[in-house]
């Protein structure tokens, strides 16, 4: 078999064949061309929003919760419609000790409020926060560290700001930790600089200070704006977000059917019905890039048929001359796989190309990107390959099998 690849009289008459028939073989390329190049740069785009994904979420506990009071919206034990409820210090322990498959219990503040630097200000939220925040979503800083627990005890007057409020107060390049803002015009210490990241899900952004020191400035007591609960990875977050509120309805003296008065965004489910996209995306790829393949596939056995039927009498010759069926099959699947091969390699450089025109594209770069590193795995890309060669050799076998079914005297009669 590697004697007859290697052999030139084969290879001439593989270039005679395509020679003469220009047009259809350019065609039939494209075909296949276009359906590597398809799946190349689909593969492609879906592990860029797969890596966008976890670049976004990689360093948040996916597995979480937030809860907050609202109204009741219906009548229990004297109490009417539409009575304000509010979160207190106690429901955090009244959770951690009755709820099963928790991991973190995050209490936070949040208001609305003046930053002003010198001569610049801008209106942001400000939220009161424990150092434990830094383990559920985790901060990537820019400067400085994040609140510490010495800041909680000692109720210091210090602050960590997100890029956006950075740019706005200060200079470019300028080092902010030691500075100080004011908020609501009292003094805080800058200590950390973090990038916001853009997610559904929660507030992201702003300005966090020492939970205590806000329950003090802000005059909440005992007071809390909402809950960040996360669960363990062995327990299922909706299962733990229905126990906080039954408990919570319990704390409260709220109707056990009231489903006003305290809202929740479940993170853990909604990052499971993204993850289930993700493979839907992924899915519908392949599902696409191998059909259009295969269609590619079947019009070069097409292209064959053809070919040997034009190529009937020359066939004939040759095996009056002594050609063996073998040898006919062989030079046919050869050229299948010739031009498989051809098609696959174009339509792989080309999906690279056009990968790396998205890598530099402002879906990647841009402050809005949605994709992380568009790339397809060098595995894929082999099997892809070798997926391509299996093909052209099965569907090459077809035309093969009709060349050497032909006995010499008919092939020479016909017209």
Same mark, same amino acid.
């Given at each position: 078999m590697f004697k007859f690849i290697f052999d030139i009289d084969t290879w001439q008459e593989i270039f005679e064949g395509i020679r003469k028939n220009m047009l259809r073989t350019a065609i039939t390329i494209f075909g296949v061309m276009w359906g590597v190049l398809l799946l190349v740069?689909?593969?492609?785009?879906?592990?860029?929003?797969? #890596? #966008?994904?976890?670049?976004?979420?990689?360093?948040?506990?996916?597995?979480?919760?937030?809860?907050?009071?609202?109204?009741?919206?219906?009548p229990f034990k004297g109490f009417q419609t539409g009575r304000p409820i509010r979160l207190k210090q106690s429901?955090?322990?009244?959770?951690?000790?009755?709820?099963?498959?928790?991991e973190f219990v995050v209490p936070r503040n949040q208001s609305q409020s003046k930053i002003v630097r010198g001569l610049k200000n801008v209106d942001v939220g400000v939220y009161g926060d424990?150092?434990?925040l830094d383990k559920v979503e985790k901060k990537n800083l820019i400067y400085g560290r994040f609140i510490n627990e010495n800041d909680i005890d000692e109720r210091k007057k210090v602050c960590v700001i997100d890029e956006d409020t950075y740019k706005q107060l200060f200079e470019i390049d300028e080092f902010p930790i030691g500075t100080y803002i004011k908020i609501n015009s009292i003094n805080y210490k800058v200590i950390g600089v973090y990038k916001k990241i853009n997610m559904g899900g929660g507030p992201q952004g702003?300005?966090?200070?020492?939970?205590?020191?806000?329950?003090?400035?802000? #005059?909440?007591?005992n007071n809390i704006g909402w809950l960040t609960i996360t669960g363990r990875p062995d327990y299922e977050i909706e299962q733990i977000e229905a126990d906080v509120k039954l408990l919570l309805k319990n704390l409260h003296e709220v109707h056990p059917e009231d489903e006003r008065a305290?809202?929740?965004?479940?993170?853990?489910?909604?990052?499971?019905?993204?993850?289930?996209?993700?493979?839907?995306?992924?899915?519908?790829?392949?599902?696409?890039?191998?059909?259009?393949?295969?269609?590619?596939?079947f019009a070069i056995g097409n292209i064959l048929l053809i070919t040997v039927k034009e190529r009937t009498q020359e066939i004939g010759i040759r095996r009056a001359l002594g050609a063996t069926p073998r040898e006919i099959k062989q030079q046919i699947v050869l050229e299948s796989v010739f031009l498989t091969s051809i098609a696959g390699a174009l339509g792989i450089i080309l999906g690279g190309f056009i990968l790396f025109l998205i890598d530099h594209s402002s879906a990647v770069t841009g402050e809005?990107?949605?994709l992380s590193n568009p790339?397809? #795995?060098?595995p894929i890309v082999l099997i892809s390959v070798l997926l391509l060669i299996a093909l052209g050799t099965l569907i090459g076998l077809i035309p093969a099998h009709i060349a050497t079914s032909i006995k010499p005297i008919d092939a020479l009669r016909d017209e």
């Open positions: 740069s689909l593969l492609g785009v879906a592990r860029g929003i797969e #890596n #966008n994904f976890e670049k976004l979420f990689g360093d948040f506990a996916t597995n979480s919760v937030f809860v907050w009071a609202q109204s009741t919206g219906k429901d955090v322990a009244a959770i951690k000790n009755n709820v099963k498959g928790l424990y150092p434990i702003g300005i966090h200070i020492p939970f205590s020191t806000f329950q003090q400035v802000y #005059n909440q007591g305290f809202g929740s965004f479940n993170l853990g489910e909604a990052f499971k019905k993204f993850t289930g996209f993700l493979k839907g995306i992924q899915f519908l790829t392949w599902f696409v890039g191998i059909a259009t393949l295969i269609a590619g596939i809005d990107a949605w790339t397809v #795995n060098i």
